[in-house]
């Protein structure tokens, strides 16, 4: 869902990266690490395509699930902000210091993170302390910076 921020679509990659769990289960006992590294790899080709698509329709428009009541100008505006604010930090982030950040708050252990990125476990710390050290660069402490 963090991914994705269309409850929706988690469900549907979920499902995929479930399905390709039971096609072909990954070896030894590092079942988490695997489902979140499939996962993550689902939603950014999806996201890709959809990226694609858009690009040649020329329809760069997100719309809203159909049940969904329209939120307020201002509260569109500032949410607007503060999520693009968000995606730019982690943007700068390496692919590695968002994995690490996205997994560790998801409630990963340091074995399993240090396995989906390809680390030893004693870095782990080391690289979440300095992806959190730059998204603090990066993003203003409060919503009057915004």
Same mark, same amino acid.
């Given at each position: 869902?963090?991914?994705?921020?269309?409850?929706?679509?988690?469900?549907?990659?979920?499902?995929?990266?479930?399905?390709?769990?039971?096609?072909?289960?990954?070896?030894?006992?590092?079942?988490?690490?695997?489902?979140?590294?499939?996962?993550?790899?689902?939603?950014?080709?999806?996201?890709?395509?959809?990226?694609?698509?858009?690009?040649?329709?020329?329809?760069?428009? !997100?719309? /809203?699930?159909?049940?969904?009541?329209?939120? *307020?100008?201002?509260? $569109?505006?500032?949410?607007?902000? =503060?999520?693009? %604010?968000?995606?730019?930090?982690?943007?700068?982030?390496?692919?590695?210091?968002?994995?690490?950040?996205?997994?560790?708050?998801?409630?990963?252990?340091?074995? !399993?993170? /240090?396995?989906?990125?390809?680390?030893?476990? *004693?870095?782990?710390? $080391?690289?979440?302390?300095?992806? =959190?050290?730059? %998204?603090?660069?990066?993003?203003?402490?409060?919503?009057?910076?915004?």
């Amino acid at each position: 869902m963090r991914l994705t921020g269309d409850p929706d679509l988690a469900a549907d990659a979920a499902q995929e990266t479930f399905t390709r769990l039971i096609e072909k289960p990954p070896r030894g006992n590092r079942h988490r690490a695997w489902l979140f590294t499939v996962a993550t790899n689902v939603v950014r080709a999806w996201s890709n395509r959809r990226k694609r698509r858009n690009e040649l329709i020329g329809d760069n428009h !997100e719309r /809203a699930a159909i049940g969904d009541p329209p939120p *307020g100008p201002d509260t $569109t505006v500032e949410s607007n902000q =503060l999520r693009q %604010l968000v995606r730019d930090a982690l943007e700068d982030l390496s692919e590695k210091e968002r994995t690490v950040l996205l997994m560790r708050e998801e409630g990963f252990s340091h074995r !399993e993170i /240090a396995d989906a990125v390809g680390t030893t476990t *004693g870095s782990i710390g $080391t690289m979440i302390a300095r992806a =959190l050290d730059k %998204l603090a660069e990066t993003l203003p402490l409060d919503s009057e910076d915004l």
